[in-house]
């Protein structure tokens, strides 16, 4: 969202994050710090977390599990 790769209205930040929000809270579940799976429920608290300066080391290892995964993606359609 910050990145603007994902938004339901592109002429709107604050509706567009609410939407998002929204849309996360109504379809997906997330693992809390011990690694079980939840219902969001309260995703603007949640969302401040991890965008909080303490979950810097959480979204680095997110985002390198991410890259790994998307670059085999990659590999897979090259070799496909």
Do not use: A, H
């Not at 567009?16 to 608290?45: A, M, P």
């Not at 959480?58 to 790994?68: A, N, P, R, V």
């Amino acid at each position: 969202m910050d990145e603007g790769l994902l938004f339901f209205d592109p002429s709107d930040v604050k509706k567009n994050r609410i939407s998002i929000q929204e849309f996360l809270s109504e379809n997906f579940t997330y693992r809390d710090n011990e690694g079980v799976q939840k219902k969001i429920t309260r995703i603007s608290r949640q969302f401040s977390e991890c965008k909080g300066y303490t979950y810097k080391e959480k979204q680095m290892k997110f985002l390198d599990d991410l890259i790994g995964i998307l670059m085999e993606r990659k590999r897979k359609l090259e070799n496909w």
